[in-house]
């Protein structure tokens, strides 16, 4: 099957494992997916017999709207790059055929993931696979490539949101064994998204998957796509899977923990130097800290996500960084030179991975181009060292708000709409009357 993707102006040959499936009769339908600010799985199915030439040409246009609203579908009439000041004009999703895969729990059906273009065939300054791909851009300007890897938390629950186990067994392979089929079917996602592996986490009927290390932009797709994943294949086994920060008062949170490492013409670039941290990856660690508390934002965007920073919870509360140290909010692990990496830990499982990805990956931009660095590295309990990070989605958004540099990075336009988004997250909070506070003030008010 022969046929050409226009993109600014150019054309080149549409092919692929997926264009070649469908010339076969193999192929059903096709998935084009993209995500909105707060990470959902945006689409349109499209029949196979009706997906090439679309995606050779304009590609599949949507209403910008999408990228204007908040976690709930409330378009925010801030918003710079859609809105009712623009009309809510369309964008378009054109795929990248280097994401296409099978969809394992649809036989015939296959996924591709797509980058948001404008009338003009630019990318959506706001779109968040765009705003990562800038910043993969300027890292490769420095001459640098980023290695991501990402370990992801969630609870797999009952339909109605209640537990399905009980006890704190982290590790175990009987409190595994109890969520079978389900866990077997995500172990089994390789062809779809490379799962290094799957443990029960603190919390009852909590779980962790850790996916392979991967070049920046395919580690974010990965991430983005295995929420898509567990919650879809959880549904087909009668049970709910969750990636709210913390969905259980007095239970553990879930995260976000996302493994970096540096490269250059395929030499790892924090191989350990004299017993230490590289100077490369001290500047990293350094722009790290200097910026992490916007990068909270990106982290944990919603109201909830902040329930989940407790002392002494495994979720660090300050700027810290340390070796092989959870109490740390930036790990740093001195292995072989090619698995020597850092960790940042503050992540929450809510969080977009294409912003997050790009938050950090722009603060350590930022340290190899200040030249930063990092205060000693600490050691024993750090959860008490240093300035407090963020409490609360207000103290994040101020924050954020005030970071000239990792705007600039990120992209002014993109940051603005982030942050109004998560404004009215925090507004529509506020205005909320809580059962606790009827249960502590109403008689005694």
Not at 412 to 439: C, G, I, M, N
């Amino acid at each position: 099957m022969n046929s050409t993707l226009t993109t600014h102006g150019h054309t080149r040959p549409l092919t692929g494992e997926l264009v070649e499936a469908i010339g076969r009769g193999q192929v059903t339908d096709v998935e084009v997916a993209w995500p909105d600010h707060s990470g959902h799985v945006l689409g349109k199915r499209i029949p196979a017999g009706r997906f090439a030439d679309r995606a050779a040409g304009a590609g599949f246009p949507f209403c910008g709207a999408a990228l204007a609203w908040n976690t709930v579908g409330d378009v925010e009439p801030d918003a710079r790059i859609s809105s009712a000041r623009t009309g809510f004009p369309d964008l378009f999703a054109v795929p990248d055929l280097t994401t296409a895969r099978p969809l394992p729990w649809r036989p015939g059906a296959w996924q591709v993931l797509a980058d948001v273009v404008d009338h003009h065939r630019y990318p959506a300054a706001t779109s968040p696979r765009a705003v990562l791909q800038g910043v993969i851009g300027r890292l490769d300007g420095l001459g640098y490539t980023a290695r991501i890897g990402v370990e992801l938390e969630c609870y797999l629950l009952r339909p109605d949101g209640t537990l399905i186990q009980d006890g704190v067994q982290a590790y175990s392979l009987e409190k595994s064994n109890e969520l079978d089929p389900l866990l077997s079917a995500i172990a089994q996602l390789e062809a779809y998204v490379p799962v290094e592996g799957i443990l029960t986490e603190y919390g009852p009927g909590q779980v962790e998957v850790n996916l392979a290390h991967q070049e920046a932009l395919t580690a974010a797709d990965d991430a983005f796509r295995l929420r898509y994943a567990i919650k879809e294949l959880a549904r087909r086994h009668g049970l709910l899977a969750t990636f709210m920060a913390k969905p259980f008062a007095g239970l553990s949170g879930s995260s976000s923990h996302v493994h970096v490492s540096l490269w250059q013409q395929g030499s790892p670039l924090f191989a350990p130097a004299d017993g230490g941290e590289s100077p490369l990856a001290r500047h990293a660690v350094g722009g790290l800290l200097s910026h992490l508390p916007t990068i909270t934002l990106f982290g944990s965007p919603t109201v909830n996500s902040y329930k989940r920073f407790v002392p002494d919870a495994f979720a660090p509360v300050t700027a810290t960084w340390g070796g092989d140290n959870r109490t740390a909010a930036v790990r740093s692990l001195l292995e072989t030179p090619e698995s020597s990496r850092i960790e940042l830990r503050t992540g929450s499982a809510d969080a977009n991975p294409y912003w997050l990805v790009a938050a950090i990956l722009a603060a350590i931009v930022s340290g190899l181009e200040s030249g930063a660095e990092p205060a000693e590295r600490g050691d024993g309990d750090l959860s008490g060292h240093t300035e407090p990070l963020p409490a609360t989605l207000a103290d994040a958004l101020a924050a954020a708000r005030q970071d000239k540099v990792l705007a600039d990075i990120l992209g002014p336009d993109a940051v603005h709409d982030f942050t109004v988004l998560a404004e009215s997250e925090w507004r529509e909070y506020t205005r909320q009357v809580t059962s606790w506070e009827t249960d502590r003030y109403l008689r005694r008010a």
